[in-house]
């Protein structure tokens, strides 16, 4: 026996029927003698629907009734699923964040987690055997005593909050994916499923453009070393075996578990970029922070850097990438600190995508990153930016390439499917 958290996204959601068989992926480990939290998010497109109606009642709309409005889509599925399991004889009963309560940031729409009380659920657990069914993506703000919510992907954050929250013994992810691929199977067929990946390898595969799991459950799942499951909603509840090693999936855990680390785990990319150049700058101290500081106040998030300091050591190029949703902001807020920084042009480019490779084992590899220059430029793909970390590099290219970029380096490290 064990304490669960099990996850259901949207898409495993949408409908009653799909509810009603997410109720018996939860009464399969309820009858295994696992205590069992589940946390659900909204029904595939009502979150959208919402922000919708929240947009045409007035563009500038106030962020606490933003809040009061989306979370709604949450408290609306935990309802329904308790429902469903109670019809199979399961006690069930649903929560609302600010009810567990889930205390978080004043942040509207983009909350952070700041504390969970866990003990209820914990104590109707021992009390009643009692599943408790989570509204994720929500929380409360002590101060203010007003619904936040934790931004896009929020309940992937939810379920690992409150996995660490009751010492749950793991939390699985169920999707509509069967677990993590070393690449976006849709551009590469021969993409594998890996069986389990390290924590750290996740968080750089998530922040470069996966989209199996939100970077914050990642990193929450690190800090509080809770074992991760990701899972398809979509395999027949009864055809899983509870008491199985590891059903199909990808189990995202601490390093020391992994018996055999390669030295790259996988591809991500993505296509939201876009590239901005702040030309002939006067190379001095205190340029850089006049470009960032304005960006970070605008709430800004820049990625990669590049400098080039000319022949004369006079002037310096400053490029660097932002998200493509920010483009525009990030334009206007450069143009309007002008003065400041005093630079000669700003050219930017939106046509770009950036390709990361990762993987722990580079950390004892030389070359890595070399072979996959060699490699593009014999596909005559430029590069236009490089950046590199300890267990990952990324390169920023045009995005009319990044297909082929993904496909050859997936190849090029050995990741296709024997």
């Not at 949207?10 to 029927?17: L, P, R, W």
């Not at 450069?334 to 722990?360: C, E, N, P, Q, W």
């Amino acid at each position: 026996m064990g304490r669960l958290v099990m996850k259901f996204g949207g898409t495993s959601v949408a409908n009653i029927d799909r509810i009603r068989n997410v109720a018996r992926h939860v009464k399969r480990e309820v009858d295994a003698g696992h205590d069992v939290a589940v946390v659900v998010s909204a029904m595939a497109g009502k979150t959208n629907e919402l922000v919708d109606w929240c947009r045409e009642a007035s563009p500038m709309h106030d962020a606490r009734e933003y809040d009061a409005v989306v979370a709604s889509g949450e408290q609306v599925t935990a309802g329904l699923l308790a429902i469903a399991l109670q019809a199979l004889g399961i006690q069930a009963r649903s929560w609302q964040g600010w009810q567990i309560p889930i205390r978080t940031s004043d942040a509207h729409a983009s909350a952070r987690i700041l504390e969970i009380d866990g003990s209820e659920i914990v104590g109707r657990f021992k009390d009643r055997k009692e599943v408790a069914v989570v509204a994720g993506f929500q929380g409360i703000n002590p101060q203010t005593n007003r619904i936040t919510t934790l931004g896009r992907g929020g309940s992937d954050t939810s379920a690992v909050a409150i996995a660490a929250a009751i010492h749950a013994d793991r939390c699985d992810i169920y999707t509509d994916v069967d677990g993590v691929y070393t690449t976006d199977p849709r551009v590469v067929p021969k993409a594998r499923r890996l069986d389990k990946i390290a924590f750290e390898d996740m968080l750089e595969l998530a922040s470069q453009g996966a989209k199996v799991l939100q970077v914050r459950s990642v990193e929450l799942g690190m800090v509080h070393n809770i074992p991760v499951f990701v899972r398809s909603s979509f395999d027949k509840p009864e055809d899983i075996d509870p008491h199985a090693n590891q059903p199909p999936g990808t189990l995202i855990c601490s390093e020391e578990q992994i018996m055999e680390s390669h030295v790259v785990t996988g591809i991500a990319f993505s296509k939201d970029e876009a590239q901005i150049s702040v030309r002939q700058i006067e190379d001095k101290p205190g340029v850089a922070a006049a470009i960032f500081g304005p960006l970070a106040d605008a709430n800004i998030n820049v990625d990669m850097i590049v400098q080039n300091v000319s022949e004369d050591g006079k002037t310096t190029d400053l490029t660097f990438t932002v998200p493509a949703s920010d483009y525009n902001r990030a334009k206007d807020t450069i143009t309007a600190a002008k003065g400041k920084i005093g630079y000669a042009r700003l050219d930017s480019a939106t046509g770009v995508a950036k390709v990361s490779v990762i993987g722990s084992g580079m950390r004892s590899h030389a070359g890595v990153a070399a072979m996959a220059f060699k490699a593009l430029s014999e596909r005559n793909i430029n590069i236009r930016a490089i950046t590199t970390s300890e267990i990952k590099f990324s390169v920023l290219i045009d995005a009319a390439y990044t297909e082929l970029a993904v496909r050859t380096l997936h190849t090029l490290y050995g990741l296709d499917q024997v």
